[in-house]
């Protein structure tokens, strides 16, 4: 869902669960993607990334979807653990312009 | 793999003072490097991007006056918070692309939280 004011969407799962975090990103005309982990407190962590000339990519344990027709880009954790919990973040890039745009974030939460 | 260190972690100053926040890449050469700011439950928001030797590119509605970039070598880039006010406490965390590297390779740092009084 959209985050409004300073409510960030919040994913709530179980352990063992799989887990889909959705991102909308804003310019059609960028052509990489990546998805970063933040815990409380510590900066931004590389997770995956995926360029627009792919609609998917695997990591290990996660997987990253992109649909450009509708500027869609999803994250995929299988087997959620405890220690996935944190903000995920979306960024898109032009390379045109070669700064990073970070969506809004979602907390996830994983219970054990 | 890459590091990128930020000093201090945290640091809390009086309203008026002025704070210098450090950026270092340990174990590579960073030609850029970017600032972001981060509120609570927020997303991050760039401020700035530094390019080793020349004057830092601020984005719209960030004062240069104000948040003074520097990045004097390869390694290191600073951000001087002036005349700091409580509506500048905030989360700030730098990030350091290395020299060869695609353009979305971003290495991020801890972040410093600041709080001003």
């Known amino acids: 869902g959209e985050s409004v004011g300073l409510h960030l969407p919040t994913l709530s799962v179980q352990e063992g669960d799989n887990s889909i975090i959705n991102c909308a990103y804003s310019?059609?005309?960028?052509?990489?993607f990546i998805w970063y982990k933040q815990e409380s407190g510590k900066g931004p962590q590389f997770i995956i990334d995926i360029r627009s000339n792919m609609d998917k990519r695997q990591g290990q344990r996660v997987t990253v979807l992109l649909n450009k027709t509708v500027k869609h880009l999803s994250l995929q954790i299988a087997a959620t653990q405890p220690g996935d919990s944190a903000v995920y973040f979306c960024a898109e890039i032009f390379s045109g312009y070669s700064t990073l745009t970070f969506g809004k974030g979602t907390m996830l939460l994983v219970s054990p | 793999g890459a590091v990128v260190s930020q000093h201090p972690s945290w640091v809390i100053c009086k309203s008026g003072t002025s704070v210098k926040i450090e950026c270092r890449s340990l174990d590579f050469q960073a030609t850029t490097m970017f600032w972001y700011r981060q509120f609570p439950k927020q997303s991050l928001m760039l401020m700035a991007t530094?390019?080793?030797?020349?004057?830092?590119?601020?984005e719209q509605g960030v004062e240069k006056d104000k948040f003074l970039i520097n990045h004097a070598s390869l390694t290191l880039s600073t951000l001087t918070v002036t005349s700091a006010h409580p509506e500048d406490s905030s989360f700030y965390i730098c990030?350091?692309?290395?020299?060869?590297?695609?353009?979305?390779?971003?290495?991020f740092g801890p972040g410093t939280r600041l709080l001003v009084l």
């Open positions: 310019n059609s005309a960028s052509d990489y």
């Open positions: 990030s350091a692309r290395p020299r060869t590297s695609h353009l979305g390779t971003q290495y």
């Open positions: 530094s390019n080793e030797g020349s004057k830092a590119t601020y």
